[in-house]
């Protein structure tokens, strides 16, 4: 039996439920005499900082020291990308940009000191809204160009064509446990960090930077994280110089944490986008070309702005072959929070415009939706806009149409009509979206990663590798390859945290390839393991090395794979071997081939392969306010051959949820002054069990293995968040309803919260009766 394929569960699913698996705060009851630290926040979105009275502070009982910039021993910088992070600055950027930090024995001796720092601010001029950013040319990058074919001739000679634009909003990750950092001279009295980091590497060098020593004087773990979503891909590393810099000046360990409203006013969020475009068409709904315009929000600083912005022009196309394609993206600067990775990582934002945009031309064609989209699809031996050949283009017609016949679709389109005449309050909508994801960092170096294995004279064995566990079930998936890798029982492998000293210069767990790096690295390291035990088992049971096979903790000639008997056990291997002499760790390294791209001519191959999936969504909307429910939803998705099913159907449950709560519910509201307005629960509308769909229907697609990848699996993390955009269809489809006989396009605010939707079914009346008295 092979643990890989197994819908075995997360492999700390009993301690996430029981409280018993730990985080890194939970760590703090470790350190002797730890500091805590609260920072002193600007009220300002932009302002000078004249001055820092720290002494009131610093006289107060249990207040050790106000750190500023003056402690900082090494740079003064922790930008991740592009060096414009202060960490402590001299100009305010946002509004409740740290100042300065309190170094206090307990968190609300701290808090007490931060409120008494006199800051003296000279306020300069805020921009706030991208629409001030763009009339001030306030620009964080220059235009990024993709284009392909004869976008403005194609466009001009356009038997149809029309502008549009769309505006969409930005997420907070929310994810269940905030920022948190412990740092601490270790016993040789270098620096160790503990961090709820998606990237031990960056923070290292980060931390590294601010000391100003080497990275061999840093070692960084990531223990695991109770939720990322590209939300401590660079987002930690502040925090964790922060601790690094107090630890530094007091000798002490220095613990920062996070409490919610300061995690949600200071950390970056997805980037909100505003589009607008000028797209032509045939009768029949074929897109003949689009010239698009994309606007991001980047926030105050460039942080992961440009990879960002690049991932949604290259999924503007999400399924669909555009022949004549030009799309620009900048990232405008604001003063807000640096936003930053969320899952799908700028494709969401790219997809959810080009959806937009096809539900316009079906309307203008007066056919259905789906119809349109299939006619629009790739097809085999079709390239992208940045000239990638789409492989598998057939996947996305079997997806669609295996879909469809499952969720009886055809059929419920016609109960939904049914449904939408009898009823004058209350509509339905039923609609179906494709999936097409990139799977690779854009930034092709990125595409690596190791792994170190070690085996013990007792035959039981540690993995190391450079991933990091965030909930996605990683961990759990890289158990499942070392064990099959050894042939040996799950219990027989331990998995260690994430550590610096253990794999150096590791990528961020992002980009959703961790377990395809990671898990290459790790059957790597395990296959040198095996080889060399065969030559040992081979000569012990006197049969040739290549006849051996390891499985279920014994090494047996195959032909008695099936005598529990037989053979020797992995144990007494390993002990024999170390007798021998023989090494029983190994190192293992992977490197994704034959990626590029070149952003000069905008061309190149920057994904390995493409992940598919598709959904069909319904939902249900009262007239009178706009509240709607999820009636069902049905999901088709492409993870290859699953490496661990279970882990992959909670991801995709995880993924549509979250991206339903980004395009329905959440809303990030700033005020007028820059200061952000939603900064809780109680504010900040997430998805509940409420919103979850009444019935979920999720399947694998079968007999996908994609064999240029580990295991024949695909990646999952991101890919399932865009399958969301089949809700927001549908809540089109049901706002359209309202305006019978025909609209000729919805416009519906994004998030579509039941205020929006509200306003939506508005403007279709407005436009349907519009539309008759013109006739
Ligand atoms: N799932 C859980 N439970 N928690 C997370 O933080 N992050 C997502 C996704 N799924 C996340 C998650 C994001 S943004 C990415 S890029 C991938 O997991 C990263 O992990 P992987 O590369 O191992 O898939
Ligand atoms: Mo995920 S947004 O790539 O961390």
Redesign the pocket.
């Known amino acids: 039996m092979t643990q890989v394929g197994k819908a075995i569960p997360h492999e700390s699913a009993a301690g996430h439920v029981s409280g018993e698996a730990l985080y890194t705060d939970d760590l703090l009851a470790r350190f002797a005499a730890p500091l805590h630290a609260w920072p002193v926040l600007s009220p300002h979105a932009h302002a000078r900082v004249v001055s820092i009275d720290a002494g009131a502070a610093e006289a107060l009982p249990d207040v050790v020291k106000v750190l500023t910039a003056s402690d900082v021993p090494g740079e003064n910088e922790v930008g991740p990308a592009r060096h414009d992070e202060p960490l402590f600055p001299d100009e305010v950027q946002f509004h409740n940009q740290a100042v300065a930090w309190v170094l206090a024995e307990s968190v609300e001796a701290a808090r007490a000191g931060a409120a008494a720092v006199a800051v003296d601010y000279e306020p300069l001029p805020a921009i706030v809204t991208m629409d001030q950013a763009l009339a001030a040319q306030s620009f964080l990058t220059d235009p990024l160009t993709i284009s392909s074919g004869e976008p403005a001739e194609a466009l001009a000679a356009a038997p149809h064509s029309f502008s549009g634009e769309l505006r969409l909003g930005g997420q907070e990750?929310f994810?269940l446990e905030t920022q948190a950092t412990i740092a601490a001279w270790d016993e040789a009295g270098e620096v160790f960090i503990h961090s709820s980091t998606?990237h031990p590497s960056e923070t290292q060098e980060v931390v590294a930077r601010v000391l100003g020593v080497p990275l061999r004087m840093v070692t960084c773990q990531s223990l695991r994280?109770g939720?990322?979503?590209?939300?401590?891909?660079t987002q930690a590393n502040p925090y964790a110089a922060v601790a690094a810099v107090g630890a530094h000046a007091t000798a002490r360990p220095v613990r920062v944490r996070l409490d919610r409203q300061l995690d949600m006013a200071l950390t970056g969020k997805r980037h909100p986008f505003w589009a607008r475009y000028r797209v032509g068409h045939d009768d029949e709904g074929r897109i003949l070309a689009l010239d698009l315009e994309l606007y991001s929000d980047g926030g105050w600083s460039l942080d992961l702005s440009t990879p960002i912005m690049y991932r949604a022009l290259f999924h503007c196309d999400n399924c669909y072959r555009i022949p004549n394609l030009r799309v620009v993206g900048r990232v405008l600067r604001t003063h807000k929070t640096s936003q930053t990775?969320?899952?799908?990582?700028g494709g969401p934002q790219g997809m959810v415009v080009i959806e937009d945009i096809l539900d316009r031309v079906a309307r203008a064609v007066a056919r259905p939706g789906h119809e349109v989209r299939a006619l629009n699809f790739y097809r085999e031996g079709d390239r992208t806009h940045y000239g990638q050949l789409v492989r598998d283009a057939g996947r996305i017609e079997r997806i669609w149409t295996s879909l469809r016949a499952r969720a009886d679709f055809g059929r419920r389109l016609a109960e939904v009509e049914a449904h939408n005449h009898a009823n004058e309050h209350e509509k339905r909508g039923l609609a179906i979206t494709p999936v097409r994801f990139g799977i690779s960092f854009t930034a092709s170096f990125f595409n690596q990663a190791g792994a170190l294995v070690l085996v013990y004279r007792d035959g039981s064995i540690q993995v190391n590798h450079g991933?990091?566990e965030?909930?996605?079930?990683?961990h759990t998936?890289m158990l499942q390859i070392a064990a099959d890798g050894l042939g040996v029982p799950l219990e027989a492998v331990r998995l260690m945290p994430t550590r610096t000293d253990k794999v150096p210069n590791t990528s961020a767990?992002?980009?959703?390839?961790?377990?395809?790096?990671?898990g290459a690295a790790v059957e790597r390291a395990c296959t040198q393991i095996r080889e060399r035990l065969a030559g040992v088992a081979a000569a012990a049971l006197g049969v040739a090395p290549g006849d051996v096979e390891f499985s279920e903790g014994r090494v047996r000639p195959f032909w008695q794979a099936e005598d529990p008997e037989a053979g020797l056990s992995f144990a007494e291997l390993a002990g024999r071997a170390y007798i021998q002499r023989v090494p029983l760790f190994a190192t293992g390294y992977y490197r994704t081939p034959k990626i590029h791209f070149d952003e000069q001519t905008g061309r190149g191959k920057p994904f390995h392969y493409f992940a598919y999936g598709a959904a069909i969504t319904e939902v249900e909307v009262d007239g009178f306010t706009g509240q709607f429910s999820i009636r069902r939803v049905d999901i088709l998705h492409d993870v290859g051959d699953s490496i661990s099913p279970k882990v992959d159907i909670?991801?995709i449950e995880?993924?549509f949820i979250q991206g339903l709560g980004w395009l329905t519910s959440e809303e990030l509201v700033w005020a007028d002054d820059g200061r952000l307005a939603t900064r809780g629960a109680s504010t900040y509308k997430l998805p509940t069990l409420g919103e979850c769909p009444e019935q979920f229907n999720i399947e694998l697609l079968p007999s996908a293995s994609e064999p240029s990848v580990v295991k024949g699996s695909k990646?999952?993390?991101?890919p399932p968040l865009m399958l969301a955009i089949s809700a927001r269809e549908a809540l089109r489809a049901a706002v359209a309803a309202f305006a019978e006989p025909g609209v000729d396009a919805v416009e519906l605010a994004c998030p579509s919260t039941p205020e929006a939707v509200y306003w939506a079914i508005d403007r279709a009346r407005a436009r349907a009766v519009g539309r008759s008295a013109a006739e």
């Open positions: 990750h994810y998606q994280m939720g990322a979503f590209g939300g401590k891909e990775a969320f899952r799908g990582f991933g990091t965030m909930g996605q079930g990683l998936k767990t992002a980009a959703s390839s961790g377990s395809d790096l990671n909670g991801q995880g993924g990646a999952v993390g991101e």
